[in-house]
């Protein structure tokens, strides 16, 4: 089946660095790749939807110059969490859909996460 | 606009003890229903799905039906196991947009 692998799985920075997280699809094109922030105890909250070789759009309260997305190939988005502050610790997650296949056929595909912590 | 509302947990139960999680939703049209689960420390799972009224999904033990007349899609296991212990998230596809709507996760913790 379709496999998302999201690198790295966890990750600590100090404050006022930027990290950058990469979400690939190991085994399909991924034409649409969505970045998710979760809060300890609490849903997932969608932050973007990404395309591959356009703009990332982003949902309503997310700061689209903190949270950078690229997704320049069919098979790589990346999260770059710029000027990193200790509330922008969290667990990250991207999903992704196969080119041309709606989620209604496997559903979305989830990288494992990623758990950024900045001190 | 489309919206998925889930019981509040956490729901803790004996091993073999049967489970239910509820999970109605709020759509336009006709969306696709799925359960993901997580479990610490990892990315979502896609449990089971159903794509349209009456359908029934099934995977591990695990059920929900498609139910149109009461917006709604449950989820059911017979005889739980302490590694079924997890988070679990209703979601919804449908509408114009490509995104998944989640309901808020239900932790289930079960005991031996």
């Known amino acids: 089946g379709a496999v998302v692998s999201q690198h790295p799985s966890w990750v600590i920075c100090k404050s006022g660095t930027s990290v950058k997280i990469e979400c690939r699809s190991l085994d399909f094109q991924a034409t649409t790749m969505f970045w998710y922030r979760q809060f300890p105890k609490q849903s997932l909250m969608l932050m973007a939807t990404?395309?591959?070789?356009?703009?990332?759009?982003?949902e309503q309260g997310v700061e689209k110059d903190k949270f950078l997305i690229n997704h320049a190939s069919l098979t790589l988005s990346t999260l770059t969490v710029t000027s990193a502050h200790p509330e922008d610790s969290s667990f990250y997650i991207c999903s992704a859909i196969a080119g041309g296949r709606g989620p209604g056929v496997d559903g979305y595909t989830f990288g494992s996460g990623t758990r950024l912590t900045v001190v | 606009g489309n919206s998925v509302t889930q019981m509040e947990g956490p729901v803790t139960l004996s091993e073999e003890a049967f489970l239910t999680i509820n999970c109605t939703y709020t759509?336009?049209?006709?969306?696709?229903l799925f359960w993901y689960v997580q479990y610490p420390g990892e990315g979502l799972q896609l449990l089971l799905k159903?794509?349209?009224?009456?359908d029934k999904g099934s995977n591990k033990g695990f059920e929900a039906t498609y139910r149109k007349e009461t917006t709604s899609f449950h989820l059911e296991k017979g005889s739980v196991q302490v590694s079924d212990s997890a988070v679990y998230f209703c979601?919804?596809?449908?509408?114009?947009?490509?995104?998944?709507?989640f309901g808020t996760g239900t932790l289930l913790a079960v005991q031996p």
């Open positions: 990404s395309n591959e070789g356009s703009k990332a759009t982003y």
């Open positions: 979601a919804l596809f449908g509408g114009a947009t490509n995104k998944l709507i």
């Open positions: 159903a794509t349209k009224a009456d």
């Open positions: 759509a336009t049209g006709y969306p696709s």
